[in-house]
């Protein structure tokens, strides 16, 4: 192939935006591929070399693709800088509605040259990915297809607040990483100076910023980590998260659609993909694996190829290759180690089941005629690597092996000696032998508990995240918290265990941390009797079984 670097792109207002073009080295006119972040073009070439993502070295950003593979297959891979990244003028604005116009001026611009056929698709993960949806909602007219692989669509829910508590842990780390060199705090298109610094002055006093020197230290200097400075000014979701959420824009995309993601995903793209399939409305496709590592793809991101070529090949190329004969949805059960095509999500065969909370610390179909609790005390001090305190819930071994696929949630009642506090709640499978696998987890902030009843399902909660209640310390509270997608296979002799904590932990993960109660809490959970207190599962009948 033949690149040509450093070629300037003019966007609507004059911003002329960097990109590097891959050509395949005879001349033509070909379908193109537009990667599109501010994680800087140069960074995105394949060395062969690929490796775990890791936040010392920072290769996470490594994801427009490879260019190699797609150019000698008769695309043009375009990897462009978004305004205010890399080698592109302008300021950056974080996926804001600038950057999303600016990716219809890219695809425009492509379809124009020489070298285009007039079909246009793009590539890449995560931030490319999420780009993705926002730029396909423009409606440029040569897009003609997408590959959204590991994207969010909610950037409170998803992202920055799960649950309301803040991820601080993956923007502590994030913003080293990029391409931007210095950025003007998004707070400042929001709001006015003087409410600025009323935030400022009262989050400056809460029990969180106090017990967090980094917290303090983002507040008072805004230039040094501006997203997070903006996140921890904007604690409820809105507008300033609601220009950066595609979950707002997919009844906008009306091109093909090829949706994937990964089961561990569960701290950021796993929910997305599913929000994404239900809300567009064009032909469309889901895939849900898994990565060899539990922290996503290897890096730079070569996954998935062939899968994705067969897709533009249909869509850019009018090739049959037989993709779109095939049920919409293919699933890989954990567990069993198998894919399997489904038509829907949920499964409509799904088998709703209660499994309820009850003594001695057991998971029960059936629910306990007495009352019973459990408690437990979050750590704000627990030293890095060690596990929380936790109350555990297990099943008795399953007889047979059992399949659970589908959204899960957990309903509960439970009492705290504060106002606030912060839950954490994990789903494993146990082996016989005691060791385990993380299959999900969940997070929610007891004091933003309440529900948007329009928006909830039984077996998907959804929390408004507008305001804070105060709880009055000792009153019993019910909570409903929504636990991420899951697909396992409990092989006989396995059982189901939740965790319930008050916190996370580096032992856990080392990026997804939160910034959870910093103060000393005794948390009670209730259950039996008047306590409606269960896990929502979807049982999955084998075969010859009826739901």
Not at 142 to 164: M, N
Not at 230 to 241: K, R, S, V
């Amino acid at each position: 192939m033949s690149v040509q670097r450093g070629v300037m792109i003019p966007s609507r207002d004059g911003t002329r935006l960097a990109c590097d073009v891959y050509l395949p080295d005879q001349p033509g006119r070909y379908p193109a591929l537009l990667s599109y972040s501010h994680y800087g073009k140069d960074l995105q070439r394949i060395t062969g070399k690929r490796s775990p993502l890791s936040p010392l070295i920072g290769n996470g950003g490594l994801e427009a693709g490879d260019s190699e593979f797609f150019v000698s297959r008769g695309y043009v891979h375009v990897i462009a800088d978004a305004r205010g990244s890399g080698d592109s003028q302008g300021e950056y604005c974080y996926q804001g509605p600038r950057e999303q116009e600016d990716g219809y001026d890219i695809i425009e611009w492509m379809a124009e040259q020489s070298w285009c056929d007039g079909n246009c698709g793009m590539l890449g993960m995560s931030y490319f990915a999420v780009m993705q949806y926002m730029v396909a909602a423009q409606q440029p007219p040569h897009l003609k297809a997408i590959v959204p692989y590991e994207a969010l669509t909610d950037r409170y829910r998803q992202s920055v607040y799960h649950g309301g508590l803040l991820n601080e842990g993956f923007w502590h780390q994030w913003w080293g990483h990029v391409s931007v060199d210095g950025m003007r705090p998004l707070s400042y298109d929001y709001l006015p100076q003087l409410e600025i610094e009323r935030r400022v002055t009262a989050l400056m006093q809460t029990p969180e910023v106090q017990h967090s020197p980094y917290l303090h230290i983002q507040l008072k200097y805004p230039n040094k980590n501006p997203l997070l400075f903006g996140w921890m000014l904007e604690p409820f979701d809105g507008p300033f998260y609601w220009e950066r959420s595609p979950y707002r824009m997919l009844d906008r995309i009306r091109i093909p659609t090829f949706l994937v993601t990964r089961w561990t995903s569960w701290a950021v793209h796993l929910a997305g993909a599913f929000q994404a399939y239900e809300g567009i409305n064009a032909p469309k496709k889901l895939l849900v694996m898994e990565t060899e590592s539990r922290l996503g793809p290897l890096r730079p991101w070569t996954d998935h190829h062939d899968l994705i070529l067969r897709w533009y090949d249909h869509w850019l190329k009018g090739i049959d290759t037989g993709i779109m004969d095939e049920p919409p949805i293919q699933l890989l059960i954990k567990g069993s180690g198998e894919y399997r095509f489904e038509n829907e999500w949920p499964l409509a065969r799904t088998n709703w089941t209660k499994v309820y909370l009850a003594g001695n610390g057991s998971l029960s179909l059936t629910r306990p005629e007495d009352s019973g609790e459990s408690a437990f005390a979050n750590d704000p001090d627990l030293p890095p690597g060690q596990l929380p305190p936790a109350v555990t819930f297990q099943t008795e071994p399953f007889a047979t092996d059992v399949e659970v696929t589908g959204p899960v949630a957990l309903n509960f009642s439970a009492t705290l000696d504060q106002s606030d506090a912060t839950w954490v709640v994990t789903l494993r499978d146990v082996a016989p032998d005691g060791s385990s696998r993380t299959l999900t987890k969940g997070w929610l902030r007891a004091s933003q508990r309440e529900l948007d009843l329009e928006k909830s399902r039984p077996y998907q909660p959804w929390q408004k995240h507008t305001a804070k209640e105060e709880l009055a310390p000792g009153q019993s509270y019910p909570y409903a918290m929504e636990i991420r997608e899951v697909s396992n296979q409990f092989r006989k002799g396995h059982c189901i265990a939740l965790d319930i904590r008050g916190q996370d932990s580096t032992a856990e993960d080392p990026i997804w941390v939160h910034t959870c109660n910093p103060i000393a809490t005794r948390h009670v959970i209730q259950f039996g009797g008047g306590f409606d207190s269960f896990l929502l599962l979807p049982f999955i009948p084998g075969k010859g079984e009826t739901a």
